[in-house]
């Protein structure tokens, strides 16, 4: 069969396409870090700042805006830990404003924990930290939460 140029234009505009896609798709795998997923409202400015943070130090970040009450409910994070953003990593739950150095440490400790949170949102911890808050900083604990639903220091912030 001959090809037509209907069918060489077609071929064309799809190999065009995969090229667009291309430079995405080699971002995501050359990150040694595993994918963030993060439920979070459309309109939480600091849940953005969070995210942006995460992403400038090399995590690829799957956003889902749908809120995150129910994720929160579902991953099993009790309402004394909640915070504005709910995410998971390899296998823990991340509530709130945690710090990357603290989201490795999880990752390369690998504790029999459910994961870590930040609750509320204190000012100065990451996505908490912009122009905005003039250089303010509250101090704050990052919890690591147990599977019983307790908790303990994992690493303090004065």
């Not at 971002?27 to 870090?33: L, M, V």
């Not at 029999?112 to 949102?121: F, H, I, Q």
């Not at 939460?145 to 303990?152: E, F, I, M, P, W």
Request: contains cysteine.
């Amino acid at each position: 069969m001959i090809p037509t140029m209907i069918n060489l234009k077609r071929r064309h505009l799809l190999a065009s396409s995969l090229l667009l896609l291309l430079p995405k798709v080699w971002a995501a795998s050359e990150s040694d870090e595993p994918v963030i997923d993060v439920w979070k409202s459309p309109a939480c400015g600091c849940c953005k700042d969070w995210i942006s943070y995460l992403q400038k130090n090399g995590f690829f970040v799957r956003v889902h805006d749908t809120g995150n009450a129910a994720a929160r409910r579902r991953l099993g994070i009790p309402e004394a830990y909640a915070s504005c953003h709910t995410a998971t990593v390899d296998g823990y739950v991340l509530e709130g404003h945690v710090s990357v150095r603290e989201i490795r440490r999880l990752l390369a400790e690998r504790p029999d924990a459910l994961g870590l949170a930040v609750p509320k949102m204190p000012i100065g911890s990451p996505g908490m930290d912009g122009p905005v808050y003039e250089g303010e900083r509250e101090p704050y604990d990052v919890l690591l939460l147990a599977k019983d639903g307790s908790s303990r220091v994992f690493q303090s912030y004065r």
